[in-house]
Every structure is written in structure tokens, then in C-alpha cells.
T-cell receptor, first 109, second 115 residues
Framework: RKEVEQDPGPFNVPEGATVAFNCTYSNSASQSFFWYRQDCRKEPKLLMSVYSSGNEDGRFTAQLNRASQYISLLIRDSKLSDSATYLCVVNNYGQNFVFGPGTRLSVLP | DADVTQTPRNRITKTGKRIMLECSQTKGHDRMYWYRQDPGLGLRLIYYSFDVKDINKGEISDGYSVSRQAQAKFSLSLESAIPNQTALYFC??????????????FGEGSRLTVL
């Protein structure tokens, strides 16, 4: 079993839709969690960190469920510019980052 | 100018050739990483360095070597390239300041094709 798993998609949604991605991780000792965004053929960039209490940044909401070992990303009112691959990233304190394979999102006009 | 710069951005080479990918950063970060990205597999860690005298193997170090020439420079070498090393390679940096969120800052990537 991979340490971080994601549905690769693609998720094809119309503009204005709400879309949610989940990510599961296998290491219960994982401490830090992130969502990165990667545009086609570009470098990944941090979208948001994921905190235990959940956090929101504009149209984006991230949630962490430690008991079930998954994190989620919710995007409301999708824009064409949200089309990208979303990478789930997990870090064990003092260790290195482990990347999921990514979920591809296409927002359609 | 980018804070994390990789050269070359694209390279096509032949099996058996020696290749070096270079990374330099102006962020002043002490930690530097080399990842490769393959379709469907996500980013996998090749080597990482916490400072000039500290080099560590990552998940997939076989066939690669690195050199940390200075805090700002971290090079990845393929001594004898093979076709399954065809991939997109990323260098990344990270600060260990207490206030750091844990964010990794990536270079723009080096696309390597081994024929």
C-alpha cells in the first residue's frame, strides 16, 4: 500500500461547481499535512497547510481526520483557473515529505 | 528571477552518458532536495541535504549521486544514464526556522530524456 493515496481523476466539473478531493495516508505518526497545486509541466506550489481543526482560505477548505487518516480539500465556486493537479503531501516530524500521486481537476466553461 | 533555479531545463541524452543537473537558490535555506516525477507516481525523493556536510539518500537514490558545493548549490548527477531515468526532476528548498510552515519551494524543473 502506498503511503499517500489519491484518486487520480480526472475530475471534470463545470464552472461554479463545488468539488472535493480526499487523500488517505498510512503512517499514523504523520504530523503535518499540506495541499500543493501543480499546473501542467510546472513546479508544485503550496496551496494550503491542513490543520487539525480544519482551515479555510477563500474558496478552499481543508479538513483533517486523524482517526480515519485522511485529509480533504473542498473547492467552492470552481473557476477555470482552478484547473490543475492537486497533490496531497504528508510529513512525519523530523522526516521528509511524502507526496501523493495527485488528483487532476478540469474546470469546464 | 526565480528563487530556486535549475539548469538545464531540458536535456536529451543517450544511454551511458554522464549528466549533471544543477540547482541554486537565493532563499538562504539550509535544506535542499532532489525529486523525480513520473506520471501516476507522484514526486519521489532521490537525495536530500540538511547542510553542506550532511547528505542523505532518499527513497530512490540508486543510479544517482549528489554534491552540495555550498549552502546555495546542490547538484544531481547520473553517472551512466539509462532510459528509465527519463523523468521530470525537481530541486526544492526548505527553511528550518521555527516559524516555517514546512513549505517546500521548488525550482521550475529539469526535463531529462534518456534515449
Amino acid at each position: 500500500r502506498k503511503e499517500v493515496e489519491q484518486d487520480p481523476g480526472p475530475f471534470n466539473v463545470p464552472e461554479g461547481a463545488t468539488v472535493a478531493f480526499n487523500c488517505t495516508y498510512s503512517n499514523s505518526a504523520s504530523q503535518s499535512f499540506f495541499w500543493y497545486r501543480q499546473d501542467c509541466r510546472k513546479e508544485p506550489k503550496l496551496l494550503m497547510s491542513v490543520y487539525s481543526s480544519g482551515n479555510e482560505d477563500g474558496r478552499f477548505t481543508a479538513q483533517l481526520n486523524r482517526a480515519s487518516q485522511y485529509i480533504s480539500l473542498l473547492i467552492r465556486d470552481s473557476k477555470l483557473s482552478d484547473s490543475a493537479t492537486y497533490l496531497c503531501v504528508v510529513n512525519n516530524y523530523g522526516q521528509n515529505f511524502v507526496f501523493g500521486p495527485g488528483t487532476r481537476l478540469s474546470v469546464l466553461p | 528571477d526565480a528563487d530556486v533555479t535549475q539548469t538545464p531545463r531540458n536535456r536529451i541524452t543517450k544511454t551511458g552518458k554522464r549528466i549533471m543537473l544543477e540547482c541554486s537558490q537565493t532563499k538562504g535555506h539550509d535544506r535542499m532536495y532532489w525529486y523525480r516525477q513520473d506520471p501516476g507516481l507522484g514526486l519521489r525523493l532521490i537525495y536530500y541535504s540538511f547542510d553542506v556536510k550532511d547528505i542523505n539518500k532518499g527513497e530512490i537514490s540508486d543510479g544517482y549521486s549528489v554534491s552540495r558545493q555550498a549552502q546555495a548549490k546542490f547538484s544531481l548527477s547520473l553517472e551512466s544514464a539509462i532510459p528509465n531515468q527519463t523523468a521530470l526532476y525537481f530541486c526544492a528548498t526548505r527553511s528550518t526556522d521555527r516559524a516555517n510552515t514546512g513549505e517546500l519551494f521548488f525550482g521550475e524543473g529539469s526535463r531529462l530524456t534518456v534515449l
